[in-house]
């Protein structure tokens, strides 16, 4: 787990060098990037994973900003990133200002067929600065009522990009 954390922060670590670069190279001051920074919204400093593995499948989707990686790859070696479009980006950020955070540890899943292989376990998490809020377990397929709109926007959005 520590090991997609820490490939996930290096690929998002490097776009936004990237990005940074680039706005250098247009002559951009290095206090005009500060103030950029700071002006972001809270809602572009949470990252919220969703994954699902079972013993022949495993699913990893991160969104964070205005982008979402997926991959279906263990290794984590090959990593679909895509820019979110706007109109479900502001759908995805309402859904989730709805979530209180501090609840996803309660949560209990509707189904437990992902304790015997049945269907893949499935697991959100909520990272927000340096607080991590994750919830227990689930069926892929069947989230709690209290994060299904979430978990089905995080599918939705994956489905937009799936194929290119």
């Known amino acids: 787990m520590k090991l997609i954390i ?42 919220v994973s969703y994954r699902a593995s079972t013993r022949g499948f495993f699913e990893l989707i991160t969104i964070k900003g205005d982008s979402i990686s997926f991959t279906n790859d263990y290794n984590l070696k090959r990593v679909n990133t895509f820019a979110i479009p706007a109109e479900e980006k502001e759908e995805f950020n309402r859904l989730l200002s709805e979530l209180d ?28 600065g340096d607080e991590e809020f994750m919830s227990p377990s689930f069926d892929h397929g069947k989230p709690p009522k209290t994060i299904s709109d979430i978990i089905e926007k995080i599918l939705s959005i994956k489905s937009l990009f799936e194929k290119q």
């Open 6 to 47: 820490c490939l996930l922060f290096m690929l998002v670590s490097a776009k936004e060098c990237n990005e940074s670069k680039s706005q250098n190279s247009s002559e951009i001051s290095s206090e005009a990037t500060t103030e950029i920074s700071e002006m972001r919204t809270a809602q572009d400093d949470v990252e």
């Open 101 to 128: 955070f501090s609840t996803l540890s309660e949560l209990e899943a509707p189904s437990k067929t992902h304790q015997y292989d049945a269907a893949p376990a499935a697991f959100l998490k909520v990272t927000k």
